[in-house]
């Protein structure tokens, strides 16, 4: 469990395994006097923030900057200058440049259905992706006793209730082990209208009953044909639980990478532009320096 003192890195590594965004806060600058050194980082998520910038109204300004910043869920930079002596109030008196980097959060939403031998073979594997995995199933004694950072055990009689917390675009994989809990929990998601993606896991002559009976209430048929099934990739094949999790996974990652937007192939800032910011950062420090310089000899003049 983290808690404040959590260091930076960990905190980063936890919240990026839980899908959460997350500001990161640097001190790339200091001229002066001031609390910590450059390079000092913490961490801002919406609910907490970990590790420290030296405490103070420092910390307090730049966790509220941070938290504006996550606000707008974009992936982005920013730079502030702190002249911590007029602007804060703080006794060191030096100015301090800080970074802002925020990283959003992962919107997969994923809601797995049966804690069987496949989805014990399908759930470590989604531990160890950018989703958030909602495992769903009555018997408590099949999950296992520590659920992964990213994934939620949901322990219910009632499956079907749990789609309606499910946000829109969310994937669904079916695979429990009754045929009409699983036409059930298939005709709820349907009636939403409003799923990325539906696998379901079983022979053609099962597909082809639930064809029938979709159609027998009056389910849209373009939605029906939304549906994976059998599911995972075709040209992946095999009957063992591990076989069919790789083809199941391998067909989620597939569609949710063809959804993403490209980035550049970078960590953080880019030296251009980290560069700038610094000249930037020592011409406010100049101007600061010259501006107090001049205050004191109005004073000493009057």
């Not at 606000?71 to 802002?100: D, I, R």
Request: proline share 5%.
């Amino acid at each position: 469990m983290m808690t404040p003192n959590t260091c930076w890195v960990d905190a980063v590594k936890e919240l990026t395994a839980k899908g959460e965004a997350y500001v990161l806060v640097t001190i790339l600058g200091v001229r002066g006097s001031a609390p910590r050194d450059s390079g000092t980082k913490m961490v801002v998520s919406s609910h907490a923030s970990f590790d420290t910038i030296g405490g103070g109204h420092l910390e307090h300004k730049a966790t509220k900057i941070a938290l504006d910043i996550l606000a707008k869920c974009e992936q982005m930079q920013h730079l502030e200058h702190f002249p911590l002596g007029p602007k804060l109030g703080q006794c060191c008196g030096g100015t301090t440049s800080v970074l802002f980097e925020s990283f959003t959060s992962s919107h997969i939403n994923i809601m797995l259905f049966g804690a069987g031998h496949v989805g014990h073979a399908i759930a470590p594997m989604l531990a160890g992706l950018p989703v958030k995995l909602h495992w769903v199933d009555e018997r408590e004694e099949l999950f296992p006793e520590v659920a992964a950072n990213n994934t939620n055990h949901v322990i219910t009689d009632n499956p079907i209730d749990e789609i309606a917390n499910m946000p829109a675009n969310s994937y669904y994989v079916v695979l429990t082990h009754n045929h009409q809990r699983d036409f059930d929990i298939c005709s709820a998601i349907l009636k939403r209208e409003d799923f990325k993606y539906l696998g379901l896991i079983g022979s053609d002559t099962k597909w082809k009953r639930f064809q029938q009976r979709f159609d027998h209430r009056g389910i849209k048929k373009e939605l029906v044909n939304k549906i994976a099934c059998p599911v995972g990739l075709s040209n992946v094949p095999g009957k063992l639980p591990m076989e069919v999790a790789v083809s199941i996974v391998g067909e989620i990652i597939g569609l949710y990478q063809a959804e993403l937007e490209p980035t550049p192939n970078k960590q953080g800032v880019e030296w251009t532009q980290l560069k700038s910011m610094i000249d930037d950062q020592e011409q406010y420090a100049k101007q600061t320096d010259q501006s107090q310089e001049q205050k004191g000899s109005a004073e000493l003049t009057q």
